[in-house]
């Protein structure tokens, strides 16, 4: 099946600065969602994202289906971007989750 | 093995009729959350619990309810079931946040298909 790898497992950040996740597939895709998980568990909808770039506030993501990657960009972090990022992509029957990225924002 | 079991795979429900999804999860989490996939819609929010006997309000409530009487088993109940409810429901936990890592956050059942007819 589909596999799902996400990078980096793990991010630490000042206040402020920028960072940028990414998420690769093994094979096409034509469904994928990125969510945080806040730090009260709550996984939380981004952008659902199967193509082209989407913006909201200080974040934006960026899917290439042809190449399989999808990015997702943090702008002057916040503590509360603090939670664990996850990828969702497949296709309709057959979604995968990547392992997510632990985002830690220090102030 | 860590493992979050959804009771049912298939299911074939009459409009009108009261329907349960359970599940059980075994990892002793305290989160547990029931979200619905659609098609183009992607993941949405239904209902999630932090506790026994707590709930909290997701995105997409109406229509729902749900149980915790205790700590492993996390119920979805649809009242009257309408069509408008055919689709793939997914139940989730995870620990609170001072516990995740990397390798532990959150985990899905395989879901379950209903359809409402």
């Known amino acids: 099946g589909i596999q799902v790898e996400q990078s980096p497992p793990d991010l630490i950040l000042q206040e402020g600065a920028n960072s940028t996740l990414r998420c690769n597939f093994s094979d096409s895709v034509n469904n994928l969602q990125w969510f945080h998980q806040n730090p009260w568990g709550q996984l939380i909808n981004l952008f659902y994202?199967?193509?082209g770039t989407k913006q909201n506030g200080r974040l934006s993501a960026t899917t290439v289906a042809t190449e399989r990657y999808s990015l997702l960009y943090i702008s002057s972090s916040q503590t509360t971007d603090s939670g664990v990022y996850f990828c969702r992509g497949g296709s309709q029957g057959n979604l995968i989750f990547g392992k997510g990225t632990k985002l830690s924002v220090k102030p | 093995d860590v493992k979050v079991t959804q009771s049912s795979r298939y299911l074939v429900k009459r409009t009108g009729e009261k329907v349960f999804l359970e599940c059980v999860q075994d990892m002793d989490h305290e989160n547990m959350f029931w979200y619905r996939q659609d098609p183009g819609l992607g993941l949405r929010l239904i209902y999630f619990?932090?506790?026994?006997?707590?709930?909290e309000k997701g995105d997409i409530p109406e229509g729902y309810s749900v149980s915790r009487e205790k700590k492993e088993r996390f119920s979805l109940i649809l009242e009257s079931a309408s069509t408008n409810q055919t689709s793939m429901y997914l139940c989730?936990?995870?620990?609170?946040?001072?516990?995740?890592?990397?390798?532990?956050?959150?985990?899905f059942g395989e879901g379950s298909w209903l359809t409402v007819v």
């Open positions: 619990s932090y506790d026994v006997k707590m709930k």
């Open positions: 989730a936990s995870s620990p609170p946040y001072s516990r995740l890592s990397s390798g532990n956050t959150i985990y």
């Open positions: 994202i199967p193509s």
